[in-house]
């Protein structure tokens, strides 16, 4: 008998973890999740986008549109931030670490990123990629060696709970 060729690759296996961990986001509208590996293949931390601890979800400004004191913008916690922060190891072990993200990093996250020690992104949308913020993040990306790849999906993936 031989091994089985529809398995996941890490890539695959690595956002789908990311996105699995989109499902707990409370927003309506974006839902992001992220999953930083190592180097030698190990999970060191996930996230998604939510409120800030103590800001009750429910009495969250989901809104995108309006004043901007009454939108999220100014208080969600982006998926890679929160996954950063999330870490529990010592600050080396994300030494050279990739991200895995649904969304491609705002400029805000890529500081976080670069700061950190993340050297690879790995994400699967691009959709603000005309964006000031997002624009800023290549060009930060590039000039501190952060290697990026958009994912493409060459498979659904199915699991079954």
Known sequence: MNQRDDYL?????????AKLSSLRSKDPSTQVGACIV???????????????NGF??????????????????????????NAILNFRGSRKDLQGATIYVDLFPCNECSK?????????????????????????SKKMFDRCGVSYKQMVLDKEIKIKI
């Open 56 to 81: 009750d979800d429910k009495d969250f400004p989901w809104q995108r549109e309006g004043d901007s004191l009454n939108t999220k913008y100014f208080y969600v916690c982006h998926a890679e931030m």
């Open 38 to 52: 190592s180097e030698d293949k190990r999970i060191l931390s996930i996230g998604y986008n939510g409120a800030p």
């Open 112 to 136: 976080l990123i670069i700061q950190s020690g993340i050297k690879h992104i790995v994400y699967l949308s691009d959709k603000y990629a005309d964006k000031d913020s997002f624009i800023a």
């Open 9 to 17: 690759s890490w890539d695959e296996y690595f956002m789908a973890i």
